[in-house]
């Protein structure tokens, strides 16, 4: 069974409007992370966001937050302001279990932003 | 501060040929790995390593060895190239620690022709 989801192949924001980035997860851990990464048209992989399972909080860094609904499963990527820098691959990856460091990633939703 | 280094950037390969994807790492992380991105399919596990001397199979293993001598190097060996394993091929590092973001390599595109 796929361990991350991610339903959404591809997406257009407007410059300067938010975008949402679904993400659905399967564990039955209790403890365990989950990782937002970005991959623009160059290829490399930069990491973004961090929520861990027993964060009351959920994470934000700069203009990316993530909202974290746990009974759901869910891990979605806000990208607030978007610039046309944002158009890129967005990977969700999870990392299972207190002392096991694999992380399984979603199959990536791309994004355009439109000036 | 080069991070994780994978050479070379570009490969060709033959059917049947074998090589070697080299992958180094400056920064003292324990944990190593593998991944390949094809299109649709996000990355997925082929190696990875906990330590110097320790090694085990991810998810899509067939095909590749791995070996880890050092904490710093963990090279990836195609054995006998086939075209299924046409791919952009990533080494990752992290920290033993959940919240440890893995740092990438620039990555290597493989053609197996």
């Known amino acids: 069974a796929q361990k991350i989801t991610q339903t959404q192949p591809g997406m257009f924001v407007q410059e300067k409007e938010a975008v949402t980035l679904d993400c659905t997860y399967d564990t039955s851990d209790q403890s365990y992370g989950l990782f937002w990464y970005k991959q623009p048209s160059s290829g490399e992989m930069i990491f973004l966001i961090y929520?861990?399972?027993?964060?009351?909080q959920n994470a934000t860094e700069g203009r990316y937050s993530l909202n974290f609904q746990k009974a759901r499963k869910s891990a979605n990527l806000v990208i607030s302001a978007s610039q046309l820098g944002d158009s890129a691959m967005y990977f969700c990856a999870m990392r299972e279990g207190k002392y096991d460091y694999k992380l399984s990633f979603g199959a990536g939703t791309t994004v355009t932003v439109r000036a | 501060n080069a991070g994780v280094t994978q050479t070379p950037k570009f490969q060709v390969l033959k059917t049947g040929q074998s090589m070697t994807l080299q992958c180094a790492q400056d920064m003292n992380h324990e944990y190593m790995s593998w991944y390949r991105q094809d299109p649709g399919m996000g990355l997925r596990l082929i190696h990875y390593s906990v330590g110097a001397g320790i090694t085990d199979q991810g998810e899509v293993p067939n095909g590749y060895n791995v070996s880890r001598s050092t904490t710093e190097d963990f090279p990836l060996r195609l054995l006998s190239a086939a075209p299924s394993q046409t791919s952009v091929y990533f080494c990752?590092?992290?920290?033993?620690?959940?919240?440890?973001?893995?740092?990438f390599g620039n990555g290597t595109r493989l053609t197996v022709t």
């Open positions: 990752a590092s992290s920290h033993p620690e959940g919240n440890s973001p893995l740092h």
């Open positions: 929520q861990g399972s027993y964060d009351e």
